[in-house]
Protein backbone atom coordinates (compact mmCIF):
# COMPACT_ATOMS: atom_id res chain seq x y z
CA UNK A 1 0.00 0.00 0.00
CA UNK A 2 3.13 2.14 0.72
CA UNK A 3 4.47 1.33 -2.53
CA UNK A 4 0.90 2.75 -4.31
CA UNK A 5 0.65 5.36 -2.69
CA UNK A 6 4.20 6.78 -3.26
CA UNK A 7 3.80 6.07 -6.88
CA UNK A 8 0.39 8.05 -6.90
CA UNK A 9 2.27 10.98 -5.39
CA UNK A 10 5.11 10.49 -7.63
CA UNK A 11 2.67 10.88 -10.86
CA UNK A 12 0.40 13.81 -9.03
CA UNK A 13 3.71 16.14 -8.38
CA UNK A 14 4.56 15.45 -12.22
CA UNK A 15 1.69 15.48 -13.70
CA UNK A 16 -1.24 17.84 -11.31
CA UNK A 17 -3.95 16.94 -14.39
CA UNK A 18 -3.69 12.81 -13.44
CA UNK A 19 -7.52 12.60 -12.87
CA UNK A 20 -8.22 14.58 -15.98
CA UNK A 21 -6.13 12.26 -17.78
CA UNK A 22 -8.21 9.75 -17.16
CA UNK A 23 -11.52 11.02 -18.94
CA UNK A 24 -12.84 9.49 -21.90
CA UNK A 25 -12.96 12.87 -23.53
CA UNK A 26 -9.48 13.45 -23.20
CA UNK A 27 -8.01 14.41 -26.81
CA UNK A 28 -4.03 13.57 -27.12
CA UNK A 29 -1.89 16.74 -27.80
CA UNK A 30 -0.56 16.88 -31.45
CA UNK A 31 2.56 15.62 -29.47
CA UNK A 32 1.90 12.27 -29.09
CA UNK A 33 2.39 9.43 -31.43
CA UNK A 34 -0.29 8.02 -33.50
CA UNK A 35 1.73 5.01 -34.01
CA UNK A 36 2.85 4.21 -30.27
CA UNK A 37 -0.92 5.05 -28.96
CA UNK A 38 -2.27 2.58 -31.30
CA UNK A 39 0.44 0.15 -30.53
CA UNK A 40 -0.62 0.60 -26.66
CA UNK A 41 -4.02 -0.05 -27.22
CA UNK A 42 -3.40 -2.90 -29.69
CA UNK A 43 -1.34 -4.42 -26.88
CA UNK A 44 -3.31 -3.64 -23.66
CA UNK A 45 -6.80 -5.41 -25.84
CA UNK A 46 -4.55 -8.39 -26.87
CA UNK A 47 -3.41 -8.97 -23.89
CA UNK A 48 -7.47 -8.67 -22.55
CA UNK A 49 -8.23 -11.23 -24.91
CA UNK A 50 -5.92 -13.87 -23.71
CA UNK A 51 -7.01 -13.18 -20.16
CA UNK A 52 -9.97 -15.66 -18.51
CA UNK A 53 -13.50 -14.84 -18.66
CA UNK A 54 -13.99 -13.34 -15.66
CA UNK A 55 -10.98 -10.75 -16.05
CA UNK A 56 -11.90 -9.83 -19.06
CA UNK A 57 -15.29 -9.24 -17.50
CA UNK A 58 -13.14 -7.01 -15.01
CA UNK A 59 -11.55 -4.96 -17.77
CA UNK A 60 -14.82 -4.46 -19.76
CA UNK A 61 -13.79 -0.75 -19.67
CA UNK A 62 -10.93 -1.41 -22.18
CA UNK A 63 -12.71 -1.12 -25.20
CA UNK A 64 -12.43 1.69 -27.90
CA UNK A 65 -8.89 3.68 -28.98
CA UNK A 66 -9.12 5.85 -25.76
CA UNK A 67 -6.86 3.90 -23.18
CA UNK A 68 -7.12 6.97 -20.99
CA UNK A 69 -10.44 6.20 -19.94
CA UNK A 70 -9.44 2.46 -19.18
CA UNK A 71 -9.47 0.88 -15.89
CA UNK A 72 -6.02 0.56 -14.40
CA UNK A 73 -4.45 2.80 -17.29
CA UNK A 74 -2.80 5.78 -16.24
CA UNK A 75 -2.09 8.14 -18.92
CA UNK A 76 0.93 11.06 -19.74
CA UNK A 77 0.26 14.50 -20.42
CA UNK A 78 0.50 13.09 -23.73
CA UNK A 79 -1.92 10.14 -24.15
CA UNK A 80 0.47 7.56 -23.80
CA UNK A 81 0.47 4.99 -21.78
CA UNK A 82 2.61 5.95 -18.15
CA UNK A 83 1.66 3.15 -16.01
CA UNK A 84 -0.87 0.05 -15.27
CA UNK A 85 -2.22 -0.36 -12.18
CA UNK A 86 -4.46 -3.14 -11.65
CA UNK A 87 -4.02 -4.02 -8.04
CA UNK A 88 -6.24 -6.69 -6.85
CA UNK A 89 -8.34 -6.95 -9.75
CA UNK A 90 -8.97 -10.63 -10.26
CA UNK A 91 -6.76 -10.96 -13.20
CA UNK A 92 -5.82 -14.37 -14.07
CA UNK A 93 -3.49 -14.74 -17.41
CA UNK A 94 0.11 -15.40 -18.66
CA UNK A 95 1.95 -11.64 -17.92
CA UNK A 96 4.21 -12.97 -21.61
CA UNK A 97 1.06 -12.20 -23.14
CA UNK A 98 1.28 -8.40 -22.43
CA UNK A 99 3.62 -7.05 -25.14
CA UNK A 100 5.75 -4.80 -23.37
CA UNK A 101 7.70 -3.83 -26.56
CA UNK A 102 4.21 -1.77 -27.35
CA UNK A 103 4.59 -0.06 -24.08
CA UNK A 104 7.41 2.52 -24.54
CA UNK A 105 6.81 4.94 -22.16
CA UNK A 106 5.66 2.68 -18.71
CA UNK A 107 7.18 4.56 -15.62
CA UNK A 108 5.21 1.92 -13.67
CA UNK A 109 3.85 -1.65 -13.25
CA UNK A 110 1.50 -2.38 -10.41
CA UNK A 111 -0.27 -5.44 -10.54
CA UNK A 112 -0.14 -7.05 -7.58
CA UNK A 113 -2.77 -9.29 -5.39
CA UNK A 114 -3.65 -10.89 -8.97
CA UNK A 115 -3.30 -14.47 -10.48
CA UNK A 116 -0.59 -14.04 -13.18
CA UNK A 117 1.66 -16.55 -13.96
CA UNK A 118 4.37 -17.03 -16.48
CA UNK A 119 7.91 -15.82 -16.44
CA UNK A 120 8.72 -11.78 -16.55
CA UNK A 121 9.28 -11.12 -20.41
CA UNK A 122 13.09 -10.21 -20.81
CA UNK A 123 11.96 -7.63 -22.95
CA UNK A 124 10.96 -5.54 -19.89
CA UNK A 125 14.30 -4.89 -19.57
CA UNK A 126 14.11 -2.30 -23.01
CA UNK A 127 11.76 -0.18 -20.94
CA UNK A 128 14.27 3.01 -20.15
CA UNK A 129 11.76 4.87 -18.26
CA UNK A 130 10.71 2.49 -15.69
CA UNK A 131 11.04 3.34 -12.02
CA UNK A 132 8.80 0.62 -10.28
CA UNK A 133 7.84 -2.79 -10.82
CA UNK A 134 5.20 -4.46 -8.90
CA UNK A 135 4.48 -8.19 -9.10
CA UNK A 136 3.84 -8.93 -5.90
CA UNK A 137 1.62 -11.90 -4.65
CA UNK A 138 1.27 -13.50 -8.09
CA UNK A 139 2.38 -17.03 -9.50
CA UNK A 140 4.72 -16.20 -11.97
CA UNK A 141 7.70 -18.56 -12.40
CA UNK A 142 11.06 -18.83 -13.26
CA UNK A 143 14.15 -16.55 -12.82
CA UNK A 144 14.58 -13.14 -12.10
CA UNK A 145 15.36 -11.82 -15.72
CA UNK A 146 18.89 -10.58 -16.00
CA UNK A 147 17.62 -8.00 -18.20
CA UNK A 148 16.31 -5.96 -15.39
CA UNK A 149 19.50 -5.15 -14.50
CA UNK A 150 19.86 -2.61 -17.55
CA UNK A 151 16.90 -0.48 -15.99
CA UNK A 152 18.65 2.56 -14.64
CA UNK A 153 15.61 4.24 -13.71
CA UNK A 154 14.13 1.35 -11.76
CA UNK A 155 13.47 2.41 -7.88
CA UNK A 156 11.24 -0.36 -6.68
CA UNK A 157 11.44 -4.13 -7.79
CA UNK A 158 8.72 -5.83 -5.49
CA UNK A 159 8.88 -9.74 -6.42
CA UNK A 160 7.69 -11.02 -3.18
CA UNK A 161 5.04 -14.26 -3.03
CA UNK A 162 5.86 -16.01 -6.45
CA UNK A 163 7.64 -18.91 -7.65
CA UNK A 164 10.41 -17.25 -8.77
CA UNK A 165 13.71 -20.00 -8.25
CA UNK A 166 17.18 -20.07 -9.13
CA UNK A 167 20.31 -17.40 -8.08
CA UNK A 168 19.27 -13.67 -6.89
CA UNK A 169 21.00 -11.79 -9.95
CA UNK A 170 24.05 -9.88 -9.06
CA UNK A 171 23.25 -7.25 -10.96
CA UNK A 172 20.44 -5.92 -7.87
CA UNK A 173 23.32 -5.19 -5.99
CA UNK A 174 24.32 -2.94 -8.52
CA UNK A 175 21.61 -0.81 -9.34
CA UNK A 176 22.49 2.59 -7.63
CA UNK A 177 18.77 3.56 -7.96
CA UNK A 178 17.00 0.87 -6.39
CA UNK A 179 15.46 2.50 -3.18
CA UNK A 180 13.40 -0.35 -2.16
CA UNK A 181 13.53 -4.00 -3.13
CA UNK A 182 11.32 -6.82 -1.89
CA UNK A 183 11.87 -10.96 -2.82
CA UNK A 184 10.89 -12.89 -0.30
CA UNK A 185 9.04 -16.22 0.10
CA UNK A 186 9.87 -17.50 -3.33
CA UNK A 187 12.27 -20.12 -3.98
CA UNK A 188 15.76 -18.00 -4.56
CA UNK A 189 18.85 -19.11 -3.53
CA UNK A 190 22.40 -16.81 -3.07
CA UNK A 191 21.31 -14.42 -0.28
CA UNK A 192 18.86 -14.54 3.01
CA UNK A 193 16.06 -13.03 1.59
CA UNK A 194 15.30 -11.34 4.29
CA UNK A 195 18.50 -8.86 3.50
CA UNK A 196 16.60 -7.06 0.77
Known amino acids: MLFLAHVLLMLMHEM?????????????????????????????????????????SNLSSWNGSSPCSWRGIICDSFGSVKGLNLRSSAIRGNIQHLNL??????????????????????IIGDLPK???????QNNLSGNIPTQLGSLRSLRFLLLPDNNFAGPIPSFIGNMSSLERIVLGNNQLSGVEENSY
Open 130 to 136: LEAIDFS
Open 16 to 56: PCLASSQSSSQVAPAGASNQTRHEEVEALLKWKSKLDNESR
Open 101 to 122: SHLPNLVFINLPDNQLFGNIPP
